[in-house]
């Protein structure tokens, strides 16, 4: 039996149920198979009273320290967090906060290695905590944690040596694993490991009566994803410009909305962007499934977990070149790759409107992802880390 302690920063919770979802799908996947055990760890990171009473920390102190999440056993100690000054100190607040709850969690339940589950402030963290048991970790790398925390300073060491002291580690993509072994990170330690789906609840639906129940009709776009500045969905806007008849529906939610409703209004399409907000993971298949194209114009992305689940509802992608895009994006049915451009990406879209891809076509481009294969090449990489191969 291999004993496995995931540690994840990212994982949902009662206050935040869309938090970190490829994380539960991955830990429940692992957590399945016959021959693995698994505990999880969300620390819950609070700053000291009285900011630990803002709406944003206020709805996490309620949170449980301990329940059973969706059969998995997970764990939620408490961290001290220093608001805007004090991100550098993180990954070191949480190791040793979280020592004393992992002693007691290894008196009962003997984990054999600390799975960390993104590079910042998990790796880190996983580090400390790794070297304190005497046990063996292994971290993974999503995106973000290299390409935003791994050039910050105070945190890019802290990165470079967490990782070169990890039993194993993991990418998301082949390209975010090149971007690790250009930033010094060992390159004979890094297994590519892609995310899953669920390829029976992402699935081609018909588009027709998709749009119909969501008051809609002609050409609809997507993009999902948190409003922010790197997720581009101001290059989405601008594009409809070009795109006349077309309508856009953005799922997610952050601080970047007001730039992009007053961008919407100014360009006149204000009418033809639909701001959806945070939905249920359980509401993506019929939202991807309804559109013709989801446009995700990135600035950087390990392999973005909404590529594959566009395309496995036959939903042709139009996206940057950038991360694991062409590891998604891998045949023409399966969409394009532009230049984070408004009118290139508008081109993209006429292109795909114009001569739309069999979605059986465009689910094939999916169909090498799944929660199996993720979870099974989980557990080889977690025990060779093991020594328990």
């Not at 040793?96 to 960390?116: E, T």
């Not at 909305?257 to 009418?271: D, N, Q």
């Amino acid at each position: 039996m291999l004993r496995v302690l995931t540690l994840a920063t990212l994982f949902p919770n009662a206050a935040r149920p869309q938090l970190g979802v490829f994380v539960e799908r991955q830990a429940l996947a692992l957590a399945a198979r016959p021959g693995v055990a698994l505990e999880l760890v969300a620390p819950v990171g609070l700053p000291v009273w009285p900011l630990s009473l803002h709406p944003h920390y206020a709805p996490l102190r309620r949170l449980p320290l301990r329940e059973t999440w969706k059969g998995l056993v997970v764990h939620r100690p408490r961290y001290r967090v220093w608001p805007l000054i004090g991100a550098r100190g993180t990954a070191r607040s949480m190791a040793r906060a979280l020592l004393p709850s992992l002693r007691r969690i290894r008196d009962r339940f003997p984990f054999d290695v600390i799975d960390a589950e993104f590079f910042w402030p998990d790796g880190p963290a996983a580090m400390r905590l790794g070297e304190a048991l005497g046990l063996p970790f292994s971290i993974k790398a999503r995106g973000s944690d290299i390409h935003h925390w791994g050039d910050r300073p105070g945190i890019s060491g802290q990165i470079a040596a967490a990782g070169n002291r990890a039993g194993g580690l993991l990418a998301v993509s082949a390209a975010l694993k090149a971007d690790m072994t250009a930033r010094g990170l060992p390159e004979e330690r890094i297994r590519v490991h892609h995310t899953g789906i669920d390829l029976d609840r992402f699935r081609p639906i018909d588009r027709a009566a998709a749009k119909a129940a969501l008051g809609l009709s002609g050409p609809l776009l997507v993009s999902a994803g948190a409003l922010i500045e790197m997720k581009g969905q101001a290059f989405a806007i601008e594009a409809l410009g070009e795109l006349p008849d077309a309508e856009l529906l953005l799922v997610g939610e952050g601080p970047h909305r007001p730039v992009l409703e007053r961008l919407a209004r100014r360009l006149g399409v204000a009418r033809r962007v639909h701001f959806l907000g945070v939905r249920p993971h359980d509401d993506l298949p019929a939202l991807l499934g309804a559109a013709d194209v989801a446009v995700q114009p990135s600035a950087t992305e390990g392999l973005a977990n909404v590529w594959v689940e566009a395309l496995a509802c036959g939903t042709p992608v139009v996206t940057c070149d950038v991360g694991g895009a062409r590891e998604a994006i891998d045949r023409p049915a399966a969409g394009r790759l532009v230049a984070r451009d408004a009118g290139a990406i508008a081109a993209a879209i006429r292109d795909l409107l114009a001569a739309p891809p069999d979605p059986v076509g465009v689910r094939k481009a999916a169909e090498k992802f799944s929660w199996s294969r993720n979870a099974e090449e989980l557990e080889v990489h977690l025990r060779q880390v093991a020594g328990k191969s």
